[in-house]
Structures are given as structure tokens and as C-alpha cells.
């Protein structure tokens, strides 16, 4: 029996995922913040699915998840799908922004590690606004230097974020604080394909412009289409790629 855990799956392409690996015969949890919400998300879905509430901007709330979770022998898919797109440009936004859709994954990621199956897939849901072409040359390079480690990410990250508190030059980085988590969770992503044991592997995913109350009613398309890729990176089997950016299950550039 494979087991999946999705986080921010009460609603959105998180749900849809989870409604979908349900469909295929995967036992999953679905998380969200609003218990109550992730609850009855997992009810709609039916007997395959159980909840659990995990806040992915809370440090204490993946373990607390975990221990929730005790009796599920391992994931065989993590899907780091929560995430914000919030108003403004302030250090409030770049703050919270960069607490759920960077660290959140990653310390939803890290907390999970040793529960992951030896054939895992750990998926990150990106966003093409997380494009290097998105930051100056400089950082680019910073960005794929061979060289570059967890904590040199995070203090590149940290940087952002006190460069728009100071009121200061960005320093490369865009005016745009979802693009800027989304560049990171990416680079997240090349950093820790090499560190997965062989057989799991890590993925990031945009799902391309999605009809969500992120993506709005104007987004060109339906839930099913952009949570489709992120099935297809979720139930990768051993011959499937490690540390890539998929769009519709095809390579698209960092
Ligand atoms: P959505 O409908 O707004 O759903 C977002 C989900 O994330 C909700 O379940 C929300 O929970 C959850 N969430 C937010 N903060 C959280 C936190 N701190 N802890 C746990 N869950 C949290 O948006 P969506 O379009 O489905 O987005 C899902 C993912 O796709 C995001 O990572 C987004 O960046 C990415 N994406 C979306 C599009 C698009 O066009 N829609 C395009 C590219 C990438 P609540 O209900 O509690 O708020």
C-alpha cells in the first residue's frame, strides 16, 4: 500500500492531488492548517484519505504531524504543496511568504526525510515565477554555484528579506517575494537531489496557471490539468528523473 502525505491539500491543486493519488489506490493525508478544513477535505475524498494539521509555517507543527501520524510505516510520496501569494511588497509579506513557501517545504522536507520510503518521491509544487531569469546575473550565478549549501541558501534568502526591511537595493533580487521563494525552493530542490538516498528523489513542479483562489477565475487552467503534473512527479518509479523542473511532465529551464 503506498502512502502519500500533501501538504495545503484542503483545497486547491493540493486537494486535487490528493483526490487523485486517492483514485489510484495511495492511502493519503491530506494536511492543511485548519484542521476542521483539512478534515472534511479528507472526508470528501473517502476511506483512502485521513487528515492531519500540519501549519507549515509553525517549526513545531511537522513533528507534532509526524507523531500524529505514527502508524503510517513510511511515504512513498511528500508533496510540499502549500504555499501563499500575498498582497504588497513590504518585510511582512517578504517574511511570511518566505516562512511558508520556502521554509515551510523545507522543514516540512527535513522533518519528514526519515519517514520517506527507499522509492520515494518528494515533490515540491513551484511556480515558472520561480525562474532564474527572474534575478540579476550575480545572484544567478550564486544561485547555481556548484559550490552552494544549505545555509548559504538560506542566508541568501535571509539577505532578501533584510535588504526589503532595510527599505534598501534589492541587490538582484526582484520586487516580487513569491518569485523570490519560489527561485529558493527551487534551488532547495538542485541542493537536495544529491543529498536523497539513491532511489528517492526530489522534483519541483509548476502546474502552470491554475484556476484556484490563488491563480483566480481568469487562470487558464482547470485544477485537474495543473495538479496532473504533480501526480505524475508523486508516482515516479525508480528510472524517474531526480532533481529537474517539470511542466507537464517535460523539463522546462531553472
Ligand atoms: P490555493 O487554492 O490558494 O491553495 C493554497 C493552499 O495552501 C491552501 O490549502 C492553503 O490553506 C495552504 N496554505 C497556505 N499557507 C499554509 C500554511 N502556512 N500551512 C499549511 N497550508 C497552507 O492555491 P493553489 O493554486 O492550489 O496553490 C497550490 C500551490 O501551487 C502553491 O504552492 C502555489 O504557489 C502553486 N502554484 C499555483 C499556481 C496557480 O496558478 N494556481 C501557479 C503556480 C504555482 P488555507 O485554506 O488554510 O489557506
Known amino acids: 500500500m503506498a502512502h502519500a502525505l500533501v501538504t495545503g491539500a484542503n483545497r486547491g491543486l ?3 492531488t490528493a483526490k487523485e493519488l486517492a483514485s489510484r489506490g495511495w492511502d493519503v493525508v491530506v494536511a492543511g492548517r485548519d484542521a476542521e478544513a483539512a478534515r472534511k477535505a479528507a472526508e470528501s475524498i473517502g476511506a483512502r484519505a485521513r487528515s492531519v494539521r500540519l ?5 513545531d507543527a ?3 504531524a509526524l507523531a500524529e501520524l505514527a502508524d503510517v510505516p513510511a511515504f ?5 504543496n502549500a504555499g501563499v501569494s500575498l498582497d504588497g511588497f513590504d518585510a511582512d509579506v517578504a517574511a511570511r511568504t518566505i516562512d511558508t513557501n520556502f521554509r515551510g517545504a523545507v522543514r516540512v522536507t527535513e522533518a519528514f526525510r526519515p519517514r520517506l520510503s527507499p522509492r520515494a518521491n518528494v515533490v515540491m509544487v513551484s511556480s515558472g515565477m520561480g525562474e532564474l531569469r527572474k534575478v540579476s546575473p550575480a545572484l544567478r550565478k550564486r544561485l547555481l554555484e556548484p559550490l552552494l549549501t544549505f545555509e548559504m541558501l538560506d542566508e541568501l534568502v535571509e539577505e532578501f528579506v533584510a535588504r526589503v526591511r532595510a527599505d534598501d537595493d534589492l541587490g538582484g533580487f526582484p520586487r516580487n517575494a513569491y518569485s523570490v521563494s519560489k527561485v529558493a525552493l527551487n534551488a532547495y530542490t538542485r541542493l537536495l537531489a544529491p543529498d536523497l538516498p539513491s532511489g528517492q ?8 496557471w491554475v484556476r484556484t483562489r490563488m491563480g483566480g477565475s481568469a487562470a487558464s487552467r482547470t485544477v485537474e490539468k495543473g495538479a496532473s503534473g504533480i501526480v505524475w512527479a508523486a508516482t515516479l518509479d525508480e528510472g524517474g528523473p531526480n532533481g529537474g523542473f517539470f511542466r507537464d511532465s517535460k523539463p522546462i529551464e531553472w
Open 55 to 59: 501549519d507549515v509555517a509553525d517549526p
Open 201 to 208: 528523489r526530489v522534483n519541483a513542479v509548476c502546474p502552470g
Open 76 to 80: 512513498d510520496a511528500l508533496v510540499n
Open 14 to 16: 493540493g486537494f486535487e
Open 62 to 64: 511537522p513533528a507534532a
